[in-house]
């Protein structure tokens, strides 16, 4: 790829002219301050390591392909999109590899606190492109990447080869670190995760870092934990929010999808009025507490054989559901209908209610403990409100 490109003049001046034009977009708006990092952004140029790709589907889901000479200009151009590009699609049509939002990409660097002298864990190496940065700024001695697809770490390698940079790269589960390179000074997961995994409390040296995005079923945000000596750990969500592909792990269970949520859209059952629309949910500090006060609850828009959208909460543990029918809208015309042991509704309103006594607090107005005694735990400074992470 790197040689189609050079051999063009007119492409190899397109392709610095993009990314020249992303990485004043990522300082303009505050992504990108370290000059240290935007020097990595120009040296390490994007369309290096994202030869084919799927666009997101709201950027039209083409794939787009630099063998594809007709369309060349128009795959150089999309590299440069500040948005996420789905580079492996699974048999099921399912994405499990992305090359992330240089935007995003550029907060986890900045947020990373990662400076020269320091080794680092990146867990998730995908295309190779964030390995390729760290890579520049700190050493190829000073980076290890972990991938559990071998076709990623393969071809990470080759690119990064192609760069004259040589980090460790390792076929491993993410989940269990790195340890054959510990310890570490930051580990940095470019995948969400539902808890800090304890083997990764173990590979970071006392007064190290990890970052990483914490989500639950509703929503997720950035978080930064400094590590001590007895493997407990303390820090707080940032203002920052990401959003990551689930960490892939024989370690941890896939998420199986009920098919509840199908059922609820034409099962009987308790029929109520509300004033809260579903629209609430998204703003992310809601949405973000709603997950630790009703762990376990699911939630989404789903359509049924051409029959109206719904907005559904369900608890498949529990066999319990509440729908909302919002039409094509995000809004509803007061009516719930729940059924199941737990009342979903209800409990959202409550959750609602107390977000708002406790003045709204956002994701970063919590901080977040891990002890080997009481488990991985979020609080609520200034008050005596506290939950456990969800599992």
Not at 261 to 284: I, K, M, N
Request: hydrophobic residues 40%.
């Amino acid at each position: 790829m790197n040689d189609v490109i050079e051999q063009d003049d007119q492409l190899r001046h397109l392709a610095g002219e993009l990314n020249q034009a992303l990485i004043e977009h990522l300082v303009a708006t505050g992504k990108l301050t370290a000059r240290a990092w935007r020097d990595a952004f120009e040296a390490i140029p994007r369309h290096l390591f994202a030869p084919r790709f799927t666009l997101p589907d709201n950027l039209g889901g083409r794939v787009l392909d630099v063998a594809d000479d007709a369309r060349r200009a128009e795959w150089l151009r999309a590299v440069y999109y500040n948005e996420a590009l789905l580079t492996v699609i699974d048999e099921r049509d399912v994405a499990t590899t992305s090359c992330s939002a240089p935007s995003v990409v550029a907060t986890m660097l900045e947020a990373s606190q990662a400076s020269e002298g320091d080794a680092v864990l990146e867990i998730g190496t995908g295309t190779g492109w964030t390995a390729g940065l760290l890579s520049h700024r700190l050493g190829s001695a000073s980076v290890t990447s972990v991938d559990i697809a071998p076709r990623c770490v393969a071809e990470a390698r080759e690119r990064l080869d192609h760069l004259g940079l040589d980090p460790t790269l390792a076929v491993a589960d993410g989940y269990l670190g790195h340890p054959a390179r510990a310890p570490y000074d930051r580990i940095i997961a470019t995948a969400a995760l539902r808890q800090v995994p304890p083997a990764w409390l173990c590979q970071v040296r006392p007064g190290g870092t990890i970052l990483t995005d914490l989500r639950g079923d509703f929503a997720g945000n950035l978080a930064r934990l400094t590590v001590e000596s007895d493997q407990s750990a303390l820090g707080r969500f940032l203002p920052e929010t990401v959003n990551f592909m689930p960490l892939r792990s024989e370690e941890l269970l896939p998420q199986e999808v009920s098919d509840l949520a199908s059922r609820a859209v034409s099962a009987l059952g308790e029929d109520r009025t509300t004033s809260l629309v579903p629209a609430e949910l998204r703003r992310r500090e809601l949405a973000f507490f709603v997950q630790l006060a009703m762990p376990g609850t699911r939630a989404g828009r789903i359509r049924i054989k051409g029959g109206p959208m719904c907005f559904c909460l369900t608890d498949p543990r529990s066999e319990s559901w509440a729908r909302v029918d919002v039409g094509d809208g995000i809004d509803t015309d007061g009516q719930v209908t729940q059924g199941g042991n737990r009342r979903l509704w209800d409990e959202l309103e409550a959750a609602h209610e107390l977000w708002t006594r406790l003045a709204r607090p956002r994701p970063e107005d919590f901080t977040l403990t891990i002890t080997p005694e009481s488990g991985q735990n979020i609080h609520l400074p200034n008050s005596d409100r506290h939950w456990s992470l969800p599992l």
